[in-house]
């Protein structure tokens, strides 16, 4: 169903979208999806060095107790 829309269908879309909510409305909603966007990512990547810091602190040293005197 939606393969039929093509761009004619999806210009209609935009004009009854912006006549119902109104120009304001549009751009202050989509400066919270920016916001919430921006989140997300700092979120993940707050995640992610989390988790790699949880690696490193948990990762076992394998060198033997007479070569880390020679070090």
Known sequence: MLNNIGL???LLIAVVVLVL???GKISSLMG?????ITSF???IN???K???EE???TAKDVTPETDKDKA
């Not at 919270?32 to 919430?36: A, F, I, R, S, W």
């Open 50 to 52: 989390e988790l790699e």
């Open 8 to 10: 004619p269908g999806l």
């Open 55 to 57: 690696v490193a602190e």
């Open 32 to 36: 919270e999806v920016g916001k919430g």
């Open 21 to 23: 909510f109104g120009r």
């Open 41 to 43: 990512k700092k979120g």
């Open 46 to 48: 707050e995640g992610t």
